[in-house]
């Protein structure tokens, strides 16, 4: 979460019983590199303590007006001045009535009306009250401020024993969210596409070829390019990760269906990147029922036939003003290969990374690469998270 670093985010927690979950939220944006200070309402420390967050936060909670305590009696002013957003999670329909009505009667009212920073709210009650005219019209009118990022509530289970919508968004969701609020939108409307993940070749129903690709660092490439404003379309190989929020994810296989799915969408991309781990071969045979072991064999065979190269393809039926971006995986002679997959594929950049450098690849949360340009450019990202590499190729890939 590479532009959290050193950011300044106020956290306003609200009484509900999703308050319980805060401590993970302030722990997860001190880990990205946020400072954070809260704020709270006095019917918040019902659900979780002020010495928790205090102590998680490392700074002073402000949770009562006229407290002792305070630096100064105007912390509403010096916190919305030193933060760089605020968050409102979990905020409750008393808290959103009164934020979308200018009523600022605590804590964390008072220092939301004097916010003029980017601001996500994350609501949370029982799903009567969600569906309320009073909630709705509130939700209505905080959505309509273009500062503020209003998150949906999620269905399921509530604290209440029914089964509705009210749940708060799960912590990394909001964390994605305040990460998109303060990403700059370099890529507005621009349309991306991005493979990622690892294919599967079935041999029968039971057993398949493929590779350990993750999808990790193709997720984080499709991330980072919806946070900048982009319309992301990723095509995702057999992974278990969760559809990014915002971006349109399709699920593939095989080679073959994820090739059939990159040329039909091919023509309407600005940006087309090949994160994927595509097999090279298929069986040539598919059995219908599970292969059996004869006894007393000690030899099988496979035949195997080439799967269609997607970048190639890419490359062949692109429009010039397309930028086409592969990605080169190797194990030796690791920068003669790129080059070669660079030129052969017709693409505008590559992007290495070899499993001879210690903490990149596959199904790490780490990588290290090199981009090459058709150009001659040369970019070395050094070893870092692969959030951090996923900002670094796009940033990189849009000075040029
Ligand atoms: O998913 P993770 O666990 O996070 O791991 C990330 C990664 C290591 C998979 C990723 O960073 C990566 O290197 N992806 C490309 C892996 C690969 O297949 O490289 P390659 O050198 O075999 O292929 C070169 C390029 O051709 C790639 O852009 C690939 O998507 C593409 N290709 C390959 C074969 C094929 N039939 N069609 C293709 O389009």
Redesign the pocket.
């Known amino acids: 979460m590479s532009n959290l670093k050193t950011k300044h985010i106020v956290v306003g927690v609200s009484g509900g019983i999703a308050a319980y979950k805060i401590p993970e939220l302030i722990r997860l944006l001190r880990k990205s590199g946020a400072e954070v200070k809260v704020t709270m309402t006095r019917n918040a420390l019902n659900f979780v303590t002020e010495l928790t967050l205090r102590t998680l936060s490392n700074n002073d909670v402000y949770s009562d007006v006229f407290a002792a305590i305070n630096h100064h009696a105007t912390e509403h002013i010096s916190l919305p001045n030193w933060a760089d957003l605020m968050v409102v999670a979990p905020a409750s329909a008393d808290v959103l009535g009164k934020m979308a009505n200018g009523i600022a009667d605590d804590a964390l009212t008072t220092t939301f009306l004097a916010t003029r920073k980017p601001v996500v709210i994350a609501p949370a009650m029982n799903d009567n009250m969600y569906r309320s005219e009073a909630t709705q019209q509130a939700i209505q009118i905080l959505s309509s401020r273009p500062n503020i990022t209003m998150l949906d509530c999620a269905e399921g289970e509530l604290a209440c024993g029914t089964v509705g919508k009210g749940r708060m968004q799960e912590v990394q969701d909001i964390l994605y969210a305040i990460e998109k609020a303060l990403t700059p939108k370099t890529m507005l409307g621009q349309h991306v596409l991005i493979?990622?993940?690892p294919t599967k070749e079935r041999l029968d129903p039971v057993r398949y070829l493929s590779n350990?690709?993750?999808?990790?660092?193709?997720y984080a490439l499709a991330r980072a390019c919806y946070n900048r404003g982009a319309i992301v379309t990723l095509i995702s190989g057999p992974t278990a990760l969760p559809s990014p929020i915002g971006c349109e994810t399709i699920r593939v296989s095989s080679?073959e269906q994820m090739y059939q799915m990159v040329m039909s969408r091919q023509d309407e991309q600005n940006m087309i990147i090949?994160?994927?781990?595509?097999?090279?071969f298929t069986p040539t045979k598919q059995s219908a029922s599970k292969i059996k072991k004869i006894p007393n064999q000690t030899l099988f065979s496979l035949e195997l036939q080439t799967?269609?190269?997607?970048?190639?393809a890419v490359g062949a039926n692109r429009r010039e003003e397309q930028t086409l971006v592969?990605?080169?995986?190797?194990t030796n002679d690791a920068e003669t290969n790129a080059l070669h997959?660079l030129q052969n594929?017709g693409l505008d950049w590559i992007v290495l990374?070899s499993l001879e450098n210690k903490g990149a690849?596959?199904?790490l949360d780490t990588?290290m690469v090199t981009l090459f340009s058709n150009k001659g450019d040369r970019i070395d990202l050094p070893l870092a998270t692969?959030e951090e590499i996923a900002e670094g190729i796009i940033d990189n890939l849009l000075r040029h």
């Open positions: 493979t990622a993940g350990d690709s993750s999808g990790k660092m193709g080679a090949l994160c994927a781990a595509v097999a090279d799967t269609p190269d997607i970048a190639a592969g990605f080169a995986l190797e997959k594929k990374n690849g596959f199904e990588n692969k």
